[in-house]
């Protein structure tokens, strides 16, 4: 088994930004993606906050120049689901898949975070059939719908203004009376007319057999409950980080997120965290770029000194 200097497991913008600048400084990398490359910049409609573009730019265009710089260093993006990672007596990182093991010197944790559940009845046997946290993703299947979309930050504002260039109808739920987006964002949606609001309310249930039929909603301030017959529900109530293959080896904080210092360090010495997945305070396409530059400095020191003991 060939090692390499550092194994990057993630593609989005904080582990194309760490490759681009491990392989600028020299190292061995490999990035490694259990699905598509790109991350959630993939599924984005519209970056207008990115430096460089201010008539903005779609996710996939982003991702493809992204890509594009990084093939072009000659690294390359394997399909890879990284299941669990150890260390050998040796001080190599060994990752572990379906698709066999790898092993390296140093690892980058770029992989970001996944759609948090509501956790309520009929949601996981109705996903895919209805239910989804992907509005992009799904939107084509809910043209001529009545759509539900559930949070109140910038993400579910976004994608149900988003929905309403294809839903029939596209309601908001909220637990609170106010939004969390954005001031711009909140007066798109009040000024789209295809857009509604279900204020301090939740969902219970999601009901339908084959696909949604509605959902059971209460009302947190009077508990009074009702049906809305809707075809189709989007669930944008945070996310929670993809950290399953090093929980155990490096420190979480108490929402499962990587603890790292301002270089990207874990508590193990040779293993980052870049992006979404660590614990900061801003998670956005600029930060994980920073972050990924910044993990992939801190690993090549960690290499040099490395080689530095072995010489």
């Keep these: 088994m060939t090692a390499q200097d550092i194994v990057i497991v993630g593609s989005g913008p904080a582990g194309l930004s760490a490759a681009i600048y491990a392989s600028r400084a020299g190292l061995h990398t490999l990035v490694v993606e259990r699905g598509a490359p790109g991350g959630k910049m993939r599924v984005t409609e519209s970056i207008c906050n990115y430096p460089g573009f201010p008539d903005c730019i779609t996710g996939p265009e982003l991702v ?69 946290y992907c509005a992009v993703c799904d939107a084509e299947n809910f043209r001529g719908k009545d759509v539900a979309v559930v949070g109140g930050g910038d993400s579910a504002v976004k994608e149900a203004i988003y929905l309403t260039g294809y839903a029939r109808s596209v309601v908001v739920i909220h637990r609170r009376g106010e939004l969390r987006a954005t001031q711009a964002l ?42 809305l017959p809707v075809q189709a529900l989007v669930v944008y109530v945070g996310n929670q980080p993809l950290t399953q293959p090093v929980e155990g080896l490096v420190e979480l904080d108490q929402n499962g997120f990587i603890i790292t210092d301002e270089n990207m360090c874990t508590n193990v010495p040779g293993l980052y965290a870049a992006g979404d997945v660590r614990r900061k305070m801003l998670r956005d396409i600029v930060t994980a770029v920073s972050d990924g530059a910044l993990a992939a400095l801190s690993a090549k020191n960690y290499i040099t000194r490395l080689n530095t003991k072995v010489s």
């Design 64 to 132: 493809r120049q992204m890509r594009r710089q990084v093939e072009k260093l000659g690294v390359s993006i394997d399909r890879f689901t990284v299941q669990s990672i150890v260390r050998d007596d040796d001080d190599y990182f060994i990752l572990e898949g379906p698709e066999g093991r790898l092993k390296t010197r140093a690892v980058i944790i770029a992989s970001g975070t996944g759609p948090r559940p509501l956790g309520v009845e009929g949601e996981k046997r109705l996903a895919g059939k209805g239910v989804s």
């Design 186 to 227: 909140q007066e798109e949606a009040f000024a789209n007319d295809r857009l509604s609001f279900v204020w301090h309310s939740v969902v219970e249930k999601v009901l339908g057999d084959q696909q949604v039929k509605g959902i059971a909603i209460k009302n947190v301030q009077t508990g009074a409950q009702r049906i």
